[in-house]
């Protein structure tokens, strides 16, 4: 059974209880001990895929469910962020060992001093569109790996960028967890699943189907050449109704620089923009070139 913790104290008497004794008997002896997959809850078959995962590699499995107010600026949506902790618990049971659901007073008390923060890679995207997000991001994401010590960290590709500043991060704090990234779960129309879907009315989830397909449309075509990909990928988006786009943009998947021309390393499509009132993000890997 899936028990919860909502302090510190309680995790660690939790786990110190739980992590000889966690039962599970088909990993082999080269099973991780501990994995986390750090979750702001409403969870959808996207976060339960990270879960899986976790379960399937390490012998005790901590999820956090944890809305971080340091990463949403006064104007975004923390007050009205889909919160349903019991129902989250409910559809952890079996998957995970352990919520950690802290309650935010306490875990990013007004009086606190110390902010983390990866320079560089947070400068664009959604950086540039959202200052200071990933200081929030990182912050919290560092208190978490100290409070849960945990193997393998599990994260989902959909937030490429936020994936790509905290390994960066855990490098450079020499943190031990291994940053793990699991593809992106999408609904059979192609949506990328995600919390913030809940806000679309039926024709606005419609009109969000333009950034899957868009994306799509880029990986099919790709040639190697930045600059056109690009340019295609902000001219499907621009005519899509119903979306205001705010980037659009073929990237570097190391370094999130934008690339320009033909190249023959791998690149990253990403993009975002607003639905109704919502803001989307969505990314797509785009290989190589096959040449012949």
């Known amino acids: ?34 994995g986390l997959v750090p979750t702001m809850g409403a969870l959808h078959d996207g976060h339960l895929s990270l879960v ?26 923390l007050a009205r ?32 001093r110390t902010t983390v923060s990866v320079a560089g890679l947070t400068a664009t995207l959604e950086g540039a569109s959202r200052p200071g997000h990933f200081d929030g991001v990182t912050t919290i994401v560092a208190k978490l790996l100290n409070v849960v010590a945990p193997d393998r960290v599990y994260f989902g590709e959909k937030d490429f960028q936020q994936l790509a500043v905290v390994r960066c991060m855990a490098a450079d704090l020499d ?8 593809p992106i779960v999408r609904d ?47 001219r499907r988006l621009d005519g899509a109704p119903g979306v205001r786009v705010d980037y659009a943009e073929v990237v570097d998947p190391e370094t999130l620089a934008p690339l320009e021309g033909v190249g023959a390393g791998p690149a990253q499509a990403l993009v975002a923009a607003v639905v109704g009132t919502t803001r989307l993000i969505d990314n797509t890997r785009l290989e190589p070139a096959v040449r012949a």
């Open 1 to 34: 059974m899936t028990q919860v913790a909502d302090t510190v104290a309680d995790l660690r008497l939790l786990l110190a209880a739980i992590a000889p004794h966690t039962g599970v008997v088909h990993l082999g002896d080269d099973a991780h001990r501990l």
């Open 52 to 77: 899986r995962r976790a379960r399937d590699e390490c012998r005790v499995v901590v999820v956090s469910v944890f809305v971080n107010p340091l990463q949403f600026a006064p104007d975004e949506d």
């Open 81 to 112: 962020y889909p919160r349903d902790l019991t129902r989250d618990v409910a559809l952890l049971d079996g998957l995970a060992d352990v919520v950690f659901a802290p309650d935010a007073a306490t875990f990013t008390p007004p009086e606190r």
């Open 175 to 182: 943190v031990p967890a291994a940053v793990v990234g699991c």
């Open 188 to 234: 059979a129309d192609g949506l990328a699943l995600s919390s913030r879907n809940a806000y679309l009315t039926a024709a606005q989830r419609h009109d969000a189907l333009a950034l899957s397909r868009a994306l799509r449309e880029v990986a099919d075509t790709w040639d190697g050449d930045a600059t056109s990909a690009r340019r295609r990928l902000r």
